[in-house]
């Protein structure tokens, strides 16, 4: 095992998610309510980058995190993950910024809609057409996604989702999709 995978390892189990996922569905979705009410949408206070609020069907917020000084041409669509029923913290935003800053892009963070109260059909609705209107502003070729664990489900859907329109979209450059959902939980199923 690589330093990287055990370092990775440790921060999993440290968090506790493998035993929060663990719970009967009914405590799950109690304590992931509890927690997701810190998680709700906002604009970070941090100077160091331009942040404005997109609105996506009317009623759901994306993160638009302009991280150079003055607007990129390419963008970044940046999906966190937390199995469709955690939201994102101020990490996952962090981690979106360091990405945006790395590639010299702006970012588009979206609040998708959550399975604790949402179908996951809503949560690809939403991501479809906030791919659809960055669109909008950047050139295909201009675009990149990624997602982490269940943003990488979405990373995949939103083109999957794209390739089953009577008239699809023109497709981003590259999309990088990164989950560790099927690593296993115990020693049992390893075997």
Not at 72 to 83: I, N, V
Not at 85 to 103: M, R, Y
Not at 151 to 173: F, R
Request: one cysteine or more; glycine letters at 8%; aromatic letters at 10%.
């Amino acid at each position: 095992m690589s330093i990287r995978f055990q370092i990775a390892s440790a921060l999993v189990k440290a968090s506790g998610m493998k035993k929060l996922f663990a719970l009967p569905q009914e405590e799950l979705l109690e304590k992931v309510r509890k927690l997701n009410r810190k998680r709700d949408f906002r604009i970070p206070k941090r100077k160091q980058f331009h942040y404005t609020e997109k609105t996506i069907l009317g009623q759901y917020s994306c993160l638009k995190i302009e991280t150079q000084p003055t607007p990129s041409k390419r963008a970044l669509l940046f999906f966190f993950g937390g199995g469709y029923i955690l939201g994102p913290d101020d990490g996952d935003v962090k981690l979106a910024e360091k990405f945006g800053k790395a590639s010299g892009r702006d970012v588009w963070f979206p609040y998708y809609p959550l399975c604790t109260d949402h179908c996951v059909k809503e949560a690809f609705g939403m991501v479809y057409e906030t791919y659809r209107q960055m669109l909008q502003e950047y050139a295909p070729e201009d675009i990149a996604v990624i997602g982490f664990s269940s943003g990488a489900a979405l990373a995949l859907g939103v083109c999957l989702n794209n390739n089953a329109q009577p008239e699809p979209l023109p497709m981003p450059s590259l999309i990088i999709a990164s989950s560790p959902g099927s690593v296993p939980f115990s020693n049992e199923e390893r075997k």
